[in-house]
Each structure stands twice: as structure tokens, then as C-alpha cells.
């Protein structure tokens, strides 16, 4: 019974990771997540899982031409779809960081994805996470 409670108990436990937002069928896709207390902070204070978006998209495109199908969406730039990181501060805060396309409803799914719905919680939007936008040369060299 005891793993039982324990499988329970972990599905309700908040969550880091990353997403996108599928614009045309309303709902969140290529979630990777952990939960939160499974890590540690990072030297910036903060906790979040390690991948990235351009890896994780990269990876989904060689999966799907290495079946022989047509990889769909990830032929498209991974910063042209709507795409999201959470984080948890040091101050036990979980920010959902994004661009301007955020609206209240997406902001529900993804609290609902990540378990977020009953921990401090706010969203922040940042010019990275913007349509087209990645990391500057700045941060790659």
C-alpha cells in the first residue's frame, strides 16, 4: 500500500522542465520535466532541468527521419514555436519563463502539466523566449 501512496504522492509534486505550445491545436507538446526536489540549485539559485530546447528539438527531428517519416513540425526553426522553462527560485517560487504569446490559458495548462497549481507560482516574459528568438552569439561562443 505504501507504493501505492508513494506513486500518488509523487504525481502531485511540482515540477521543472521545458514545453512548447502547439498554436493550432491549443495544447502543450514536447514537455521534459522533473520534479523540482529531485535537484539541486544551480550557481545562479535556481532549479531546472538540463536539456535544451535546440537539443531536445534536434533529437525529435533525427528520430523521426531515422524511422523514415516525416518530421512534421520540427523541420520548422525551434524558436518559431511558442516555447517555455520553468525554474525554481531559491525562495521556493516556480517561474514559468516565455514570451509575449503567453495568454491565462496556457498559463493553466502548463501550471496544470507541472503540478504548479498550489505552490508560488508567476510567469515572466523575456526577450529569449520571444517568436524567432534563441540565445545570442554572446552566450554560444
Given at each position: 500500500m505504501s507504493t501505492m501512496?508513494?506513486?500518488l504522492t509523487s504525481q502531485d509534486e511540482p515540477k521543472v522542465g521545458i514545453f512548447w505550445y502547439d498554436e493550432g491545436k491549443d495544447e502543450l507538446f514536447g514537455v521534459s520535466k522533473v520534479e523540482a526536489s529531485s535537484m539541486q540549485f544551480n550557481s545562479n539559485g535556481l532549479k531546472t532541468i538540463k536539456t535544451l530546447h535546440k537539443t531536445w528539438w534536434?533529437?525529435?527531428?533525427?528520430?523521426?527521419?531515422?524511422?523514415?517519416k516525416d518530421p512534421g513540425i520540427y523541420k520548422k526553426d525551434y524558436t518559431l514555436v511558442p516555447r517555455g522553462r520553468i525554474f525554481q527560485r531559491?525562495?521556493?517560487?516556480?517561474?514559468?519563463?516565455?514570451?509575449?504569446?503567453?495568454?491565462?490559458?496556457?498559463?493553466?495548462?502548463?501550471?496544470?502539466?507541472?503540478?504548479?497549481?498550489?505552490?508560488?507560482f508567476e510567469f515572466k516574459i523575456d526577450e529569449h523566449w520571444e517568436l524567432g528568438h534563441g540565445w545570442s552569439e554572446e552566450y554560444i561562443n
Open positions: 501512496a508513494e506513486y534536434q533529437k525529435e527531428k533525427n528520430r523521426a527521419l531515422s524511422r523514415g531559491e525562495d521556493g517560487v516556480y517561474q514559468l519563463m516565455c514570451g509575449s504569446w503567453i495568454n491565462e490559458s496556457i498559463v493553466d495548462m502548463v501550471k496544470y502539466e507541472f503540478d504548479l497549481q498550489d505552490v508560488p
